[in-house]
């Protein structure tokens, strides 16, 4: 049993988003506002930010990854801590040996404070947390979760707005094996009254079972297939890329790669005045080039800085 | 020709466990127990430990590593250094283009303090040391040797009894192909008293002239091949994968790899109280997981996180 | 358009050595002279230099290398500054998911202060430093340029003869492929005087355009095909490898790879008692390994040590 967080964060693994409760978010982000105002005010340049020296994170990335493994490194670092980093370790680890997860794991906690695995199998992290003695946080595991990316997605929404209740939102792309959209909706099912739109080809809808799960969790989802569906004045756009590594058919991942193209067009008409523009990024032609001027579209930088301000503000209530 | 340490570690290069004698691996023991001691009391948790700080190791890992690297990241950054990496490098670096590792180290040598370096080839860390004109520390030479495996697995027996001396171990698994036993047993030669049982499908012998050369050292070895000529009270068994890697027919290695597998029943048949049950890990089927929670076992606790102790040590040693 | 350096670092792009100007490379190697004095002296020994404590510089690296990635990282570590590294991405990254590099610069960015950015395709880095908002290094990008590489080159023959004026030079090897000789001609074009000897084969002479080009920026070209038409007196030899990884026909390569060797008879016989013996390394052949005693020869000792110092002074001059 993942243990929640109920507002104290110390020593404890981040898994999904089920461990959170509403308080324990708005705790996080306060402690990311501050962080994120203090450094973007210099506040560090002369004097850098040290409480995690002496400290070492443990960076496991079985999958590839730019976003999640550089920006837990930076805020890592940005601590003053160091990091012991292993990418795409199927490869170049003891795991070509044949080794399984919890006897790594078991191992280099001998050697971190913290661990930090993205992994391509669902539930792995959930295992490797039951033998772990020192904090896990859940990097992504396959379709299953990636609850600091739905974290700083929502820190984004929070900070524009000032609430994660009553939001009206639009997720589109790939809703079936986008891990990113299935924490996001978890953490936005923590809040009351928010609905989210979801748009996506038949066959790359949400699982009937996570459809009535979530469902049931508090979040009010709605179904649509096609751009014209979409409401005006959303509070946010979440835009995902169809995720090519979970097609066994590329066939099919070709033809349905780029149903939905969010263009200049499509926000000029149905976009509201503050609508935040998403997308968890790497991004394969699903988003026009020419959107990203838009003042509106967050994508490339707040929502990217953010991701690493939310991480620091975890380590720090973690290990502090 | 190797450079003996003589109880003065000081720039010296750790190539091969013929470089001590029992004083140094006693001065070697008395730093690691110093640090261990600081570091599980929490000294450094507020202040942290920097005697490195400033300093540079480059970590060269020309075959798959996931605890030697770690464990010897981990150690030089608890000393406030920072490292320069290479995993796998016949892929990502210089050594694609033709180099050969003589040029590479002397190039390495200009940014770095001290080189830690895990080559295939077995003798490769004795020429890379001969051109080297900064310390050079072997994490691994193909079937050649492992000194620092050897170091923390006989700091690990040190610790537990007291001693080095008069002790009866047992080695069991892939004594052919397994450095780890081969710098285990070079290292018990050099205290008096030792006797080793080495228990092994035929095929998986020492090679005969070792035999014949670790026997002249000092150590007595008694090749066995079945469990029930274990005998008892042995004050640890050391017990190890067959190595996959070192087969060119998998044929072969599939016949052989489990041919003996340390179980719960054996551990309560011929273990005695205090016997340590170690293990230089990965594993991949020769212990039994019900074994794990014997507090006898180690192998995924003290054994692993002594490798980062007995590495901090020899750092310290060498560099101040 | 690149910016010029114009005697002032701070925030610039490094992509190409045509922004810098003469006073602008003598200002940087009167930086890297001194912080080489401070540290060869040992100044830093227990109180390490930190001016970049707190700084994060992206390392980038989408093909391999040892030198160039080593010096590079251990530059900005020796300034107190961490790392986020990716070696070899387009296998362990979001790169693989097919992102530009444009986004993914754009996402680097937020985590970073600076960028180092290695890429096979000529051209990448003009690319990326339009869309970056922090600083970007091009640490080779195919056979364009690799201005740091000529950078350290020039600051070698500068500390030795006190000028970059008036030189009389020999290059040998691959001038078609070779990056770091086009940025060397590059660089010694902005110094009124200098004389460059191209000793190549036929089909690996600068392309038609690039001696053009060069030629009309001052520095005089002299193209030659035989060992015996090399200068008595150059001031330096600037070896270098035929680039193996720039031929699709594998044969053609064999037969150009070791078309001229650098002997120990031909440094008796054409050298001079001054004349440095430089390459960029790695090499493969094309240098007889009894000319590496030669104290003439600084290839794999000072102008490989340089390379760590200049870009220490880059990344103080830039940042600072």
């Keep these: 049993m993942l243990r929640p967080i109920k507002n104290n964060f110390k020593g404890k693994d981040v898994v999904s988003l089920d461990q959170f409760d509403s308080q324990s978010i708005i705790r996080l982000y306060k402690e990311t506002a501050s962080i994120k105002k203090m450094f973007e005010k210099g506040r560090f340049k002369n004097r850098p930010y040290k409480i995690l020296d002496g400290r070492i994170a443990g960076l496991m990335f079985y999958e590839p990854s730019t976003r999640t493994f550089s920006s837990n490194s930076a805020a890592f670092k940005r601590l003053g801590g160091q990091t012991v980093e292993h990418q795409n370790p199927l490869v170049t680890s003891s795991a070509v040996k044949g080794e399984t997860m919890e006897d790594t794991t078991m191992m280099m906690e001998q050697y ?115 751009l014209k569906q979409i409401p005006v004045d959303c509070h946010f756009w979440y835009w995902t890329r169809v995720q090519k590594e979970r097609f066994s058919d590329k066939k099919v991942y070709e033809k349905l790669k780029l149903s939905f193209i969010l263009t200049k067009k499509l926000v000029s008409e149905k976009a509201g005045k503050k609508t935040l523009l998403m997308h968890p990024l790497p991004r394969v032609g699903e988003i026009e080039i020419a959107v990203d001027g838009d003042p509106r579209a967050v994508y490339l930088t707040t929502e990217a800085k953010n991701g690493m301000y939310v991480r620091m503000a975890l380590f720090k209530l973690i290990l502090r």
């Design 112 to 226: 971190c404070d913290i661990l930090v695995i993205r992994h391509p199998v669902k539930g792995t992290l959930a295992k490797v947390a039951q033998v772990a003695s020192i904090p896990v946080i859940n990097a992504g595991d396959g379709i299953g979760e990636h609850p600091t990316q739905a974290l700083l997605d929502m820190f984004t929404i929070y900070e524009k707005f000032g609430k994660l209740t009553g939001l009206k939102g639009l997720m589109a792309g790939d809703m079936l094996n986008g891990r990113t959209v299935h924490s996001l909706i978890r953490g936005l099912s923590i809040f009351p009254g928010n609905t989210v739109y979801l748009l996506s080809p038949k066959s790359l809808r949400l699982s009937r079972d996570e459809f009535k799960l979530y469902s049931q969790m508090g979040v009010k989802l709605v179904e649509i297939n096609s």
